[in-house]
């Protein structure tokens, strides 16, 4: 996905500076990276920030930073500050992008489909691992990583490397990595570890009953003699 952002150059910085920016409804922003020397300070529009922090691609979104006399700029969110309290956008850094370098991203895992071994076996779904690394073009950034889990039976299971067939990344995270697996129900395992432990303790109970029992016809014959 990708949006565009319109930013205004700021000169100032500083505490004081970022408080009035806030005040007047602006975030204060720095960008830097690429092949340009140098941090630059810009102020932003919180809500339309807010808007691609929270859409689909979330941090991964492609942005064309607009700044008013300035080149546009494709940057990515590479950090941001929200107010603990109040959960305002206080500060955001970009990090501009050369589109001809790829690039190292985290994204997310998404399932789909329910389990065979689930539907039909009564298994558990086991969600792993939800995000990987993988190092792709900056305008070939997916918004997640799908994967496929109706085939799956007890004890089947996908790994990172399982997918990167006939796509335009390539795993930086370890491509054994497992994301998702199918693992018998727990009910069944609990069941059995209560039937063991109670067929462990009935032997104790019936030798106390037999001695206890043995103590007393002892003590009935010692009264008859």
Not at 94 to 110: C, E, G, H, Q, Y
Not at 115 to 134: C, H, N, P, S, Y
Request: with cysteine; glycine share 10%; charged share 30%.
């Amino acid at each position: 996905m990708e949006a565009i952002l319109v930013g205004v150059a700021r000169d100032t910085r500083g505490k004081n500076n970022a408080r009035r920016l806030r005040k007047a409804g602006q975030v204060p922003a720095t960008v830097y990276g690429g092949e340009v020397q140098g941090v630059q300070s810009i102020a932003v529009d919180p809500k339309e920030l807010l808007k691609i922090v929270r859409s689909e691609s979330g941090l991964n979104t492609l942005i064309e930073l607009k700044v008013e006399g300035k080149s546009s700029d494709r940057v990515l969110i590479k950090e941001f500050q929200v107010d603990p309290i109040h959960s305002d956008l206080l500060h955001v850094d970009f990090f501009r992008l050369a589109m001809d370098k790829a690039i190292t991203v985290t994204v997310p895992i998404a399932l789909r489909g329910e389990a065979a071994g689930v539907k039909q076996q009564e298994g558990l779904l086991d969600f792993v691992t939800r995000d990987v690394q993988i190092e792709c073009m900056p305008a070939e950034i997916p918004e997640r990583i799908e994967v496929d889990v109706e085939a799956l039976l007890i004890g089947d299971g996908v790994r990172l490397g399982d997918l990167v067939e006939g796509v335009s990344w390539t795993p930086v995270s370890d491509p054994d990595t497992l994301l998702v697996h199918v693992i018998p129900p727990k009910v069944e395992e609990e069941e059995t570890e209560e039937a063991a432990a109670e067929g462990a303790e009935t032997p104790e109970g019936e030798g106390g009953e037999t001695e206890a029992a043995k103590g007393s016809s002892e003590g009935e014959d010692q009264a008859k003699n």
